[in-house]
C-alpha cells in the first residue's frame, strides 16, 4: 500500500507556471506507474499525465501535450508535474494516483487503486 500526498498547488496568472509534487510512502515507489489527473467544478474526473515505473515511458492528455511535463524521483519517492503556460480552463483540484495492475497507458481513473487528497490550482486571466 503506498499514501499519496500531493503539493504546490496555488492561484497563478494566466501564462505562468507551477510545479505540483506528490510524496509517496513506502518503500516500493519504483513498482507503481504514477499519474497525474484533474477535476474541475461540475466536471469529471480527467487524465492528464502518466509515467511509468522506470521513469522512461511518460503519457499526455492532448490537452496538455507540450505545455505540462512529468517525471519522477526515486530517490525522494516523489513524482512532479510542471505546468508551464497555464490557462483559466486548466483551474482544477488535481490528484496524483498510483497503480500497479497496469503498465501501458493507463489513462482511466479506474485503472488506478492508490489517490491523494488533490491540491487546487486555479488560473485567473
Known amino acids: 500500500q503506498v499514501q499519496l500526498v500531493e503539493s504546490g498547488g496555488g492561484l497563478v496568472q494566466a501564462g505562468d507556471s507551477l510545479r505540483l509534487s506528490c510524496a509517496a510512502s513506502?518503500?516500493?515507489?519504483?513498482?507503481?506507474?504514477m499519474g497525474w489527473f484533474r477535476q474541475a467544478p461540475g466536471k469529471e474526473r480527467e487524465f492528464v499525465a502518466a509515467?511509468?515505473?522506470?521513469?522512461?515511458?511518460?503519457y499526455y492528455a492532448d490537452s496538455v501535450k507540450g505545455l505540462f511535463t512529468i517525471s519522477r524521483d526515486s530517490a525522494k519517492n516523489t513524482v512532479y508535474l510542471q505546468m508551464n503556460s497555464l490557462k483559466p480552463e486548466d483551474t482544477a483540484v488535481y490528484y496524483c494516483?498510483?497503480?500497479?495492475?497496469?503498465?501501458?497507458?493507463?489513462?482511466?481513473?479506474?485503472?488506478?487503486?492508490?489517490w491523494g487528497q488533490g491540491t487546487q490550482v486555479t488560473v485567473y486571466s
Open positions: 513506502g518503500r516500493t515507489f519504483s513498482s507503481y506507474v
Open positions: 509515467i511509468s515505473r522506470g521513469g522512461s515511458s511518460t
Open positions: 494516483a498510483a497503480t500497479t495492475r497496469y503498465s501501458l497507458a493507463p489513462v482511466r481513473s479506474s485503472q488506478y487503486d492508490y
